[in-house]
């Protein structure tokens, strides 16, 4: 079994920023990609980040330059700072883990709430 912790949201004035983070821990051999999704009310879930175990990192259109994910290998954690946050921000993050146990298997995070307002 796997379990993923999430912290870091809350509510910030637009312009704001916040960090983000998932930690991972239970039964695996390892970690393949990690990322971060987010779900607007009303809204389908959109991936918004995402980091390989290479390293590679892909993002939303509507989030580039403005947050950077990361990841620590050696604590099983995904991050996700969010700089220049708008109030279309504003949504549950969660947090993906595709582990391998050896077979690739996804895990979500329970969800953070992230608001963006005056």
């Known amino acids: 079994q796997v379990q993923l912790v999430e912290s870091g949201g809350g509510l910030v004035q637009p312009g704001g920023s916040l960090r983000l983070s998932c930690a991972a821990s239970?039964?695996?051999?390892?970690?393949?990609?990690m990322g971060w999704y987010r779900q607007a009310p009303g809204k389908q879930r959109e991936l918004v980040a995402a980091?390989?175990?290479?390293?590679?990192?892909n993002y939303a259109d509507s989030v580039k330059g403005r947050f950077t994910i990361s990841r620590d290998n050696a604590k099983n954690t995904v991050y996700l700072q969010m700089n220049s946050l708008k109030p279309e921000d504003t949504a549950v993050y969660y947090c993906?883990?595709?582990?391998?146990?050896?077979?690739?298997?996804?895990?979500w995070g329970q969800g953070t709430q992230v608001t963006v307002s005056s």
């Open positions: 980091i390989t175990s290479g390293g590679s990192i």
């Open positions: 993906n883990v595709v582990v391998i146990t050896p077979v690739l298997l996804p895990y």
């Open positions: 239970g039964s695996f051999l390892g970690i393949n990609a």
